[in-house]
C-alpha cells in the first residue's frame, strides 16, 4: 500500500501528460475535451475545498463565483474586441483571464464580507440566497442573453498559441490546474492554512490566541472566489458559451459532491472528485437516462460509508 | 395605483405568505430539534403535488385527492426519515447537505420515472374556480380564498397544538435545548418521525393548494425550498412564530415587489434600464430582505434557542 | 510594581431576569497574584467571560493596562497581553502537542497572510514552542495528537496555550478543574514558578490551591465581590466564613 501510494501521483502526471496522444491513437478525440473538462471542474473543487476543508465553511452559493468568472469573459469578448491579437483586447486571455479572477474575487469579498459573520446553518443558507441573487441578475440580463446565455465568438486568444486547437488548450489548462493544486497543497501547510485549520478545529479558542478569525475567514473566502473565477474563465473558454445555470445552486452541489467524492481537505481530493464525477456521469448516462438515481445512490453511498472520501482512503493516517 | 389593486396584492402576499408558512413550519422544526439541513424538504411538497393530480384524476375530485395524498406524503416522509434522514442526525452540515441533495436527485428522478418529464395538469376545483366580490367593484379568485382561508386554519391548528398541548410543549422543549429533551425521558425518536411526518403533510397541503396555481413539474420542489428556507432564516431556526411571520414577511415582500419594484424605477430611471433591472430586483428583493434581517439579527428574528 | 494592571469598575451583567455581575468592582495590581473565590452560582464564569472578551458587558468597564478594552474583541485584548486558559479544556484537537502551542506563538509573530511557506520551516517559532511544552512538562509526548491526551495533560497544555502568548495577565479558570490529588498538586508548583514572571488572575475550587498560590484574595457572591484583602485577612474574615469559607471546609 505505502508504494501504491507514493506512485500513483506519478502514475496520473504521467497519464494527464500523455493523454491527448493517447486518445488520439485510440480515436477517441472527443475525450480530450472531456479530460479539459474535468480539470477545469478540479480547479473548481479545488477552490471550494480551500473552504470546506480548511476553513470548515460548507458554501452553497459557490458557482456564483464560478458563472461570475465565466460571464466576465463572456463580456469582455462581445464588448471589447478590440484590434484582433492586441493584448488589451477583450478577448485576449492576458486581460480577461485576471478580469474573471478579479471579478469573482470582488464579488466573494462583497459577499464574504456579509457571509463569514455567520456560522453553521446560517451560513449555508446566506451564501445560497447570494447565489440565487447574482442568478436571477444575470437571468435578467437580456442584453447578455438572459436564459439562453451568451456565446463567446471564439475562445480566448494566447500570442502564439491556438487555443481553439483542443489539444493545446487541453495542455493549457492541465498548466493551470497543476498550479493550483501546487498553490493549495501549500498553502494547507502555511501560515494561513494553518490558522484555517485552527479556526475550523476551535474557533473561540482561536480568537482567545490572538488570530482575527474573520480577517482570516474572509481571505480565505475572497481567495476561494478567484479559483472559482478562474475555473469559470476556463470553462466559457471550453463551451464557448455561458448561461445564468453555471450559477445556480445545483451547480454549488454538483462542486460541494466532487469535493466529498474526492476527500474533504485532501490536497489532490478535487481532482480525484471532479474526474470521479464527470467519469461517473459518463457511465450512467450510457446506460440509462435515469442516471441521476445512480448518482445519487453512488452519493448515499459515500456520504455513509467513506464519508472522506477517495483520497482519504488512501491517505496517511494522521 | 388603485386602493383596490394595493388589497389585491395584499391579499396575494398573504396567500403566498400563508403557503410558506405551511413549507417552513416543517423545516424550521426539523432544523431546530434535529439540527438536520433537509434539502430533500421540496422533494416532498413536489410528491404532495404529484399525488394530488393523480389521485384527482383518478377519483374525479379535488377535494377526495387532497387527503390521500396528504397521508399517502406523509407515510412518504416517514419512511424516508427512518431509513436515511435518521442517520444524519448527528453528522456534520456538509454530509446532511449532500446526503439530501442526493435525495433531491432520486426523487427528481423517479418522479420523471414515474410521471414522465410533461407538466402535469392539475385544474383549479370547479366549485371554486370562479370569484368572489370582496368589496363593489372588486373581484377575487375564490380559489385563493380558500387558500387564505386553509392556510389560515392550519396556522391556528399548529399554534394551539404547539403551545398548548403537552406533544407541543415537548416539540418545544426540543427546539430549544435537545439534550435536554432527551434527558427527560421523551422517545425522542418517535418524536422526531412524528414531527417529519407533521412537516411532510404540511408539504403535501402546500403542494396540493399551489398545485393549480404555479406548474406541476420536476423541480418545483427546489425553487420554492429556497424561498423557505430564507423564511427559516429570517425567523430564526427552530421558531413556529418566526416561521409565521418571517412567511407573512417574504410573501408580502416578494408580491409587492415583483408588482411595484418595476414600475417604481420606471418612475426614476431611463426606460431602458429600468426594464432590465426592475425584473430583476423584484426577484431578489427577498433576499435582501434576509441579508438585511441577518445584519440587524444574526439568529433571525425569534431564534428559538437563546 | 504596585501599579493596577486589570481595572474592573461597576461591571453590570444581566440575562433575562438574572442578575449574572452586579455593580463588579476588582482590581489586580501588576506583579501580584490575585485569586477569586466563590460558591457555585456566584457569576464566575460570567465574570471570566466579560474580562475575556467573550461576553459584553451591559453596563461598567475593563481597563487593562491603562487601555479601556471593555468592548474589545478577545482576539484584540490578546494582542495587548492578556492570555486565558479554559476551565473546560478547549485545544486544537486536529494538531499535535507541539503545533498547538506554536498556534499561539504564530498568533504573536507577524500576519498569518502568508501562504507559501511551510509553517514548518519557522524555526524560532517551533524552538519557542517546544520550550513552552518543556516548561508545563509536556515534552513527553510533544508530537503526539492533542485529542489523544488525558485530562491532566490537558489542564498542562491549556497551561502551556496561554504561556506561549507571552502575556502580561494570565487569566486561570480552574487551572485545576477535574484533577486527582497528586496531578493538582504538580500543577500548583507549576504555576508557584509562574508567580515571579506574570501577573495572575486565578479562579481556583481548591482553597488548598489558592492559599498556596494567591497573594491576594477577592470573595464573589452573587455578583459582586464582598471582600479583598491578603490570604490571612480573608481567613479571618467573618463575613467571607459566613457566605462562603464555611460551606468550603464542611464540602472539602
Known amino acids: 500500500m505505502g508504494m501504491l501510494r507514493r506512485i500513483w501521483p506519478l502514475v496520473a502526471v504521467v497519464a494527464l501528460l500523455l493523454w491527448p496522444q493517447v486518445a488520439a491513437s485510440l480515436g477517441l478525440e472527443f475525450y480530450v475535451a472531456l479530460a479539459s473538462r474535468i480539470l477545469i471542474l478540479a480547479i473548481l473543487a479545488t477552490s471550494l475545498n480551500l473552504l470546506v476543508g480548511l476553513c470548515g465553511l460548507v458554501s452553497l452559493g459557490h458557482a456564483a463565483f464560478f458563472g461570475a468568472g465565466a460571464y466576465a469573459v463572456a463580456i469582455a469578448a462581445v464588448e471589447w474586441p478590440g484590434a484582433s491579437g492586441a493584448w488589451w483586447a477583450g478577448d485576449s486571455a492576458w486581460l480577461a483571464w485576471p478580469l474573471a479572477m478579479a471579478t469573482s474575487a470582488l464579488l466573494a469579498l462583497v459577499v464574504g464580507a456579509v457571509s463569514v459573520r455567520t456560522r453553521g446553518a446560517y451560513f449555508i443558507m446566506i451564501t445560497l440566497a447570494f447565489a440565487q441573487m447574482v442568478y436571477y441578475v444575470f437571468l435578467s440580463l437580456k442584453k447578455y442573453g438572459g436564459d439562453d446565455g451568451l456565446s463567446l465568438p471564439r475562445r480566448s486568444r494566447i500570442p502564439g498559441l491556438d487555443l481553439g486547437n483542443d489539444t493545446t488548450f487541453y495542455y493549457v489548462v492541465l498548466l493551470l490546474t497543476a498550479l493550483m493544486l501546487v498553490l493549495f497543497a501549500r498553502l494547507v501547510h502555511s501560515r494561513l492554512g494553518t490558522v484555517l485549520r485552527a479556526i475550523k478545529d476551535n474557533e473561540v479558542r482561536a480568537e482567545s490566541v490572538g488570530f482575527a478569525c474573520y480577517r482570516y475567514k474572509l481571505a480565505a473566502f475572497v481567495m476561494a472566489g478567484a479559483g472559482a473565477g478562474l475555473a469559470g474563465a476556463l470553462m466559457a473558454n471550453q463551451n464557448s458559451f455561458v448561461s445564468p445555470n453555471m450559477m445556480h445552486w445545483e451547480q454549488s452541489g454538483v462542486a460541494l459532491v466532487m469535493v466529498i467524492l474526492g476527500g474533504v481537505g485532501q490536497p489532490w481530493g478535487a481532482l480525484v472528485g471532479a474526474a470521479m464525477f464527470l467519469l461517473l456521469e459518463e457511465l450512467l448516462s450510457a446506460f440509462t437516462q435515469r442516471w441521476q438515481i445512480g448518482l445519487g445512490l453512488v452519493l448515499l453511498l459515500v456520504v455513509f460509508f467513506a464519508p472522506r472520501g477517495v483520497a482519504g482512503l488512501f491517505a496517511r493516517r494522521r | 395605483m388603485s386602493g383596490l389593486y394595493l388589497l389585491e396584492q395584499g391579499l396575494n402576499g398573504l396567500q403566498f405568505g400563508l403557503m410558506l408558512f405551511l413549507l417552513a413550519a416543517g423545516l424550521t422544526l426539523v432544523f431546530g430539534i434535529m439540527d438536520l439541513i433537509n434539502l430533500a424538504h421540496g422533494s416532498l411538497y413536489m410528491i404532495g403535488a404529484y399525488l394530488v393530480a393523480s389521485f384527482t384524476q383518478a377519483t374525479g375530485s379535488f377535494a377526495v385527492a387532497v387527503p390521500l395524498a396528504i397521508v399517502a406524503t406523509a407515510a412518504i416522509g416517514m419512511l424516508l426519515e427512518a431509513t436515511v434522514l435518521r442517520r444524519l442526525y448527528r453528522r456534520d452540515h456538509l454530509s446532511q447537505v449532500l446526503a439530501t441533495f442526493a435525495v433531491i436527485l432520486i426523487a427528481n428522478e423517479l418522479t420523471r420515472a414515474v410521471w414522465g418529464v410533461q407538466p402535469l395538469t392539475l385544474n383549479v376545483p370547479a366549485a371554486v374556480s370562479g370569484s368572489v366580490e370582496l368589496l363593489p367593484g372588486m373581484h377575487y379568485s375564490a380559489f385563493r380564498l380558500v387558500i387564505i382561508g386553509a392556510g389560515l386554519v392550519v396556522a391556528g391548528a399548529l399554534y394551539l397544538v404547539v403551545v398548548h398541548t403537552r406533544v407541543g410543549m415537548l416539540v418545544r422543549a426540543g427546539a430549544s435545548n435537545r439534550d435536554m429533551a432527551a434527558a427527560m425521558g421523551t422517545d425522542i425518536r418517535r418524536l422526531f418521525t412524528l414531527v417529519f411526518g407533521c412537516g411532510a403533510a404540511l408539504c403535501a397541503l402546500a403542494g396540493a393548494l399551489l398545485g393549480p396555481l404555479l406548474a406541476v413539474q420536476v423541480g418545483m420542489g427546489e425553487s420554492i425550498l429556497i424561498l423557505a428556507f430564507v423564511v427559516v432564516v429570517i425567523g430564526g431556526i427552530g421558531s413556529i412564530r418566526g416561521a409565521l411571520v418571517g412567511a407573512l414577511l417574504v410573501g408580502m415582500v416578494d408580491t409587492f415587489g415583483r408588482a411595484f419594484i418595476p414600475a417604481a424605477l420606471r418612475a426614476f430611471l431611463p426606460p431602458a434600464l429600468a426594464d432590465a433591472a426592475g425584473p430583476s430586483l423584484a426577484s431578489i428583493s427577498i433576499y435582501i430582505l434576509m441579508v438585511a434581517v441577518l445584519f440587524w439579527k444574526p439568529q433571525g428574528l425569534f431564534p428559538a434557542r437563546g | ?252
Not at chain 3, 494538531?95 to 497572510?113: D, I, K, T
Not at chain 3, 502568508?114 to 516548561?135: D, K
Not at chain 3, 464573589?220 to 464555611?246: C, F, H, K, Q, W
Request: proline share 4%; aromatic share 4%.
Open chain 3, 1 to 252: 510594581m504596585t501599579g493596577v494592571l486589570l481595572q474592573i469598575s461597576a461591571l453590570n451583567k444581566r440575562f433575562g431576569g438574572v442578575v449574572a455581575t452586579d455593580g463588579l468592582n476588582l482590581a489586580v495590581l501588576q506583579g501580584e497574584t490575585h485569586a477569586v473565590i466563590g460558591p457555585n452560582g456566584a457569576g464566575k464564569s460570567t465574570l471570566i467571560a466579560q474580562v475575556s472578551g467573550a461576553l459584553s458587558p451591559d453596563a461598567g468597564s475593563i481597563t487593562f493596562d491603562g487601555l479601556d478594552v471593555t468592548r474589545l474583541p478577545a482576539h484584540r485584548r490578546a494582542a495587548l497581553g492578556f492570555a486565558r486558559s479554559f476551565q473546560v479544556t478547549s485545544i486544537f484537537p486536529s494538531f499535535s502537542v507541539v503545533e498547538n502551542v506554536a498556534l499561539a506563538v504564530q498568533a504573536r509573530s507577524g500576519s498569518s497572510l502568508r501562504c507559501w511557506r511551510p509553517v514548518r520551516s519557522e524555526a524560532p517559532m517551533l524552538e519557542a514552542a517546544h520550550a513552552v511544552v518543556a516548561q508545563v512538562g509536556l515534552e513527553r509526548v510533544a508530537d503526539a495528537n492533542a485529542a489523544t491526551l488525558s485530562h491532566g495533560e490537558h489542564r498542562q497544555l491549556e497551561l502551556g496555550l496561554a504561556l506561549a502568548m507571552q502575556p502580561k495577565l494570565l487569566l486561570l479558570d480552574e487551572p485545576t478543574a477535574g484533577m486527582g490529588a497528586d496531578e493538582s498538586a504538580r500543577m500548583v508548583e507549576l504555576i508557584e514558578g509562574l508567580k515571579p514572571r506574570f501577573t495572575i488572575l486565578l479562579v481556583e475550587h481548591d482553597m488548598d490551591a489558592v492559599f498556596r498560590l494567591a497573594d491576594r484574595i477577592s470573595v464573589l457572591v452573587s455578583g459582586r465581590i464582598i471582600a479583598t484583602g491578603p490570604v490571612d485577612d480573608i481567613r479571618r474574615n467573618a463575613e467571607v466564613r459566613a457566605a462562603y469559607l464555611g460551606e468550603e471546609e464542611r464540602g472539602a
